[in-house]
């Protein structure tokens, strides 16, 4: 609907044939670029399951140093978290339960942000017979230090963003309360 308004309102502001094409352009890349924005819901679950991501792999790697198969502590780790997170771990527990490869089982969390090197290792130990927990106790070190370093980042942008409404405040008032009386006085005293 949005795009069909954007492809009238070209249409008729530049008007004529010109008009007509510039209207259908223009109403086929506003459509292409909604398309592409992601809803608040959607970009909230993805935060929402980042965010679980690290004690995810805490309480797999607790499972599994305790002696539960892969398939059971997915599962147990998928009902004890809660959140988002809890449907693509379910999915992943019932996928191995039920004899899924670790390539099909896993690709479930895939499309999880930092989910991706959890993928690869269990992939990995799937193949080569490896112990996971390890793997997984130092995934999650490294995202909680990957998430204080964006928050740390974000921090600093802050930082940069306040103070720019701040210079683009005072710059004219310097000038016009510092600058301008001096010249006035100047070309007073010149002409």
Known sequence: MTAALVGIAVAVAVGGWSGLAGGLLAAGGADRLLRRIESPAVRER???EAADLPL???LLAAALRAGAPVDRA???VAETIG???TDR???VGRTL???GGPDEAWAHLASVPGAERLVTAAVRSAESGAAL???LTRLADDLRADRVTAAEASARRAGVLIVLPLGL???PAFILAGLVPVIVAVLGDVL
């Open 89 to 91: 771990l379910g999915r």
């Open 46 to 48: 993805r935060r929402a």
């Open 56 to 58: 995810a792999a805490d």
């Open 74 to 76: 997915v599962a147990a």
């Open 83 to 85: 959140g988002p997170l």
């Open 97 to 99: 339960r039920l004899g």
């Open 169 to 171: 405040c005072f710059l």
């Open 133 to 135: 927990a390890g793997a």
